[in-house]
Every structure is written in structure tokens, then in C-alpha cells.
């Protein structure tokens, strides 16, 4: 398949994109009083609120790391094509 370098672009600057945004909210996550279990004997301990959304940043920052190398993979591909034409 031949990606154009507009659309590897874009792919790379979603991978970027994801990598900015996710981290900042896995931070806001952590730090949710719901993330944590209080009153119990089992204080501090993470709740399903946490792991739920722990597994949606990791499968998030997963895929948007495919979508960055794809996207790097068909700038290089296009540059490549581009001085070899």
C-alpha cells in the first residue's frame, strides 16, 4: 500500500497527539479520590474505577504508538520515493 506523505503526517501527529493527551490524564486518574479505596480494611488499595481506566490508557497509548510508526514508516517511505523518482 502507498501512503501519501499528507496522510503519513497525520498518522504521526496522532501518535503525538495520543502521547500528549493520555499521559496527562492517567495522571488526573491517579490522583481521583474514586482510584482509591477509602474506609475499608483494605484502604489505599486501587478500585475497579482504576484498573478500568489504567487498561484504556495503556490499549490507548498502544494503538497510537502503531499509528506513530506507521505514520514515521510512510514519511520515510514517501521521502525515500521522492529523491529516488
Same mark, same amino acid.
Given at each position: 500500500?502507498?501512503?501519501?506523505?499528507?496522510?503519513?503526517?497525520f498518522?504521526?501527529?496522532?501518535?503525538?497527539?495520543?502521547?500528549?493527551?493520555?499521559?496527562?490524564?492517567?495522571?488526573?486518574?491517579?490522583?481521583?479520590?474514586?482510584?482509591?479505596? %477509602?474506609g %475499608?480494611?483494605?484502604?489505599?488499595?486501587?478500585?475497579?474505577?482504576?484498573?478500568?481506566?489504567?487498561?484504556?490508557?495503556?490499549?490507548?497509548?498502544?494503538?497510537?504508538?502503531?499509528?506513530?510508526?506507521?505514520?514515521?514508516?510512510?514519511?520515510?517511505?514517501?521521502?525515500?520515493?521522492?529523491?529516488?523518482?
Amino acid at each position: 500500500m502507498v501512503l501519501s506523505r499528507g496522510w503519513a503526517l497525520f498518522l504521526t501527529g496522532v501518535g503525538v497527539w495520543t502521547w500528549v493527551i493520555w499521559p496527562r490524564f492517567a495522571v488526573a486518574i491517579w490522583n481521583d479520590p474514586r482510584a482509591w479505596s %477509602t474506609g %475499608t480494611v483494605a484502604e489505599g488499595t486501587p478500585t475497579s474505577f482504576l484498573w478500568v481506566h489504567a487498561l484504556l490508557i495503556a490499549a490507548s497509548l498502544a494503538i497510537g504508538t502503531t499509528v506513530a510508526v506507521l505514520g514515521v514508516r510512510g514519511v520515510l517511505a514517501a521521502r525515500r520515493r521522492r529523491s529516488g523518482a
